[in-house]
């Protein structure tokens, strides 16, 4: 069992940052594949970035590299978001996801590959 909590959501202009944080417990986190998925309203949940358990491999999607980063302190349990140069297609509601069944050593884009989830954080990006 993980719980998830996620923080650090909410308004910014278009060009802002925001930081976007996730924190974990009920396993080792180490050994937790940690992702950021987005649902914008009336769209399915898409994938944003995971990172592997370590934190030496991770997986942007093509929306978002060069803006976003994803990175993970495992001492704090807790993996990030950092988001730059924000887009209003950026605003959705944004997840913290967690996959336990490979020892965070594999990363996958599909929303099926993870089964614990945060409750969501708004993200709205304004023109």
């Known amino acids: 069992q993980v719980q998830l909590r996620e923080s650090g959501g909410g308004v910014v202009q278009a060009g802002g940052s925001l930081r976007l944080s996730c924190g974990a417990s009920?396993?080792?986190?180490?050994?937790?594949?940690m992702a950021w998925f987005r649902q914008a309203p009336g769209k399915d949940r898409v994938f944003v970035a995971a990172?592997?358990?370590?934190?030496?491999?991770?997986v942007l999607t093509n929306d978002v590299k060069g803006r976003f980063t994803i990175a993970r302190d495992n001492a704090e349990n807790t993996v990030y978001l950092q988001m730059n140069s924000l887009k209003p297609k950026d605003t959705a509601v944004y997840y913290c996801?967690?996959?336990?069944?490979?020892?965070?050593?594999?990363?996958?884009?599909?929303?099926?590959?993870?089964?614990?989830w945060g409750q969501g954080t708004q993200v709205t990006v304004s023109s």
């Open positions: 996801a967690a996959d336990t069944t490979a020892g965070g050593t594999v990363i996958s884009r599909s929303p099926n590959a993870y089964m614990y």
């Open positions: 009920g396993r080792t986190f180490s050994r937790i594949t």
């Open positions: 990172i592997s358990g370590s934190g030496r491999n991770t």
